[in-house]
């Protein structure tokens, strides 16, 4: 089906349309030239469609794009890569070593007359092959799977992380515009009220005092306006990078309603330490001490000898200095290193360090996992009753508060400085109700990104 999305839709109406097309070509309906004109309404009709999701971009859209162009993302499908290609270095065995060989060259007789096999020299084929003892191989592709273990949670992890990132932005792009419509609308009031008063103070009904105080509060507000925009924008530039539409920035639009603050708020249970466990940068951790512990054993494996064994060819001539005649032989050889300037004592001390290191940053990694959730859930419950007191009548209250002052300075009943603080306990109420909104959202983002370990 293709209507998971807006982007999706656009490329089906687009495959539609060019198979409309060339259908058409092939049958003889239309000219060549109209095919490129219709190649052109295509890719007009994809970018329509693109910047028709952009405008309206929920947030399951804008994880969808991230998944497939955000750059942190791809670093870490590279490095995962990486690793499943030094699991494969792993599972390889020593190459066997061919050599090729001519020697006996006498320079003041030379190398005599006649083919290759004729000539008076000694020639060597041979080839060496090491054999590794003390199952370092077995170890080597234990610890690489390990590793790649460990790239895998990697990749989750950072999923994990950029989604948290993304909803953040997301929340922060719908903060900043709702503050937008906010602070337009009360600059706009205040330019109504302006020219009200102007009006007023002609008519002789308000003191110059009065305008002024209003006209000092209406430059404000515009520039409150003006800030807000400017804030709008950042917002849109941050989301753009994640899911990786920088150049379609100024077209990015958050949809999505604020979430619902529930009653019941997350609790720790007695499953907190297995949340823990499953989270992807606890279980990259846990696969590299696995790994670091498999190549410690692998460095002490190193005092077991490899041994390499060789086996030669030789032919050899007669030559006018040699009458023994001519003939081939073979030999065989075997050579093992003798441990007599070192025994592999460094290289095992730095594999204990490198475990005990891993083992440290486990330890660390979960004891950052554990506060992170205690946090997150902290930071939940405040911002839940924060969005709760609001709902429970604040801003209807403030609204009702300032409706009134309006009214009220309409009929002369209330005097300019009234009407201003009515205002601004007005704004100031709006921009914390939205404030408190996507801090719930974002805390519930956290909670969600702590408690809920990517699979």
């Not at 515009?222 to 994640?242: H, K, M, P, T, V």
């Not at 603050?261 to 951790?285: G, K, N, W, Y």
């Not at 009234?418 to 983002?445: C, E, F, N, V």
Request: charged share 25%; aromatic share 4%; proline share 2%.
């Amino acid at each position: 089906m293709c209507v998971k999305s807006a982007m999706h839709v656009a490329t089906c109406a687009s495959r539609s349309l060019q198979g409309f097309l060339v259908l058409a070509l092939l049958i003889g309906v239309l000219p060549p030239s109209a095919l490129a004109q219709g190649a052109a309404a295509a890719k007009a009709e994809i970018a329509s469609f693109a910047l028709s999701a952009l405008s309206a971009l929920s947030l399951a859209d804008a994880e969808r794009l991230m998944l497939e162009r955000n750059r942190e993302l791809q670093a870490a499908r590279r490095a995962r890569e990486a690793a499943r290609a030094d699991s494969m270095v792993a599972a390889q065995g020593v190459n066997p070593v061919l050599t090729l060989q001519t020697f006996n060259i006498n320079p003041r007789l030379g190398i005599g007359a006649g083919g290759p096999r004729d000539k008076t020299v000694d020639t060597t084929v041979r080839i060496d092959q090491i054999i590794e003892r003390g199952e370092k191989r077995e170890l080597r592709v234990a610890a690489a799977g390990r590793l790649e273990a460990a790239s895998d949670a990697d990749f989750l992890a950072a999923r994990r992380q950029q989604q948290l990132v993304l909803r953040i932005a997301y929340y922060e792009l719908a903060l900043a515009q709702e503050k937008t419509l906010v602070l337009a609308d009360t600059a706009g009031l205040f330019g109504k009220s302006l020219e009200a008063a102007e009006r007023r103070l002609n008519a002789g009904d308000i003191a110059r005092a009065d305008l002024a105080r209003l006209r000092v509060d209406a430059l404000r507000a515009g520039n409150d306006a003006r800030a807000a925009e400017a804030d709008l924008a950042r917002s849109q530039l941050a989301l753009a990078y994640i899911v990786g539409l920088e150049g379609d920035a100024a077209t990015l639009r958050a949809t999505d309603a604020w979430p619902q603050a529930d009653a019941a708020a997350p609790v720790a249970t007695a499953a907190t330490a297995e949340l823990i466990d499953r989270r992807p940068d606890v279980r990259a951790a846990q696969a590299r001490v696995e790994a670091l512990e498999r190549s410690r054993e692998l460095a002490r494996r190193l005092r077991t000898r490899d041994v390499s064994v060789g086996a030669q060819f030789e032919h050899w001539p007669q030559s006018a200095g040699n009458q023994q005649g001519s003939g081939n032989s073979v030999g065989f050889a075997v050579s093992v290193p003798l441990f007599v300037r070192h025994a592999y004592g460094g290289e095992i001390r730095r594999a204990e360090v490198e475990y005990d290191a891993a083992r440290d940053a486990l330890a660390r990694i979960r004891a950052q996992a554990a506060g992170e959730f205690a946090r997150a859930a902290s930071d939940l419950h405040a911002a839940s009753d924060r969005v709760r007191r609001y709902q429970g009548g604040l801003l209807e209250e403030a609204r009702r508060s300032a409706e009134a002052a309006e009214y009220a300075y309409r009929n002369g009943a209330l005097g300019i400085m009234d009407l201003l603080d009515a205002r601004r306990t007005l704004r100031a109420t709006q921009i914390d109700s939205a404030q408190a909104r996507a801090d719930h959202a974002k805390a519930l983002a956290a909670w969600n990104a702590s408690a809920t370990p990517t699979e």
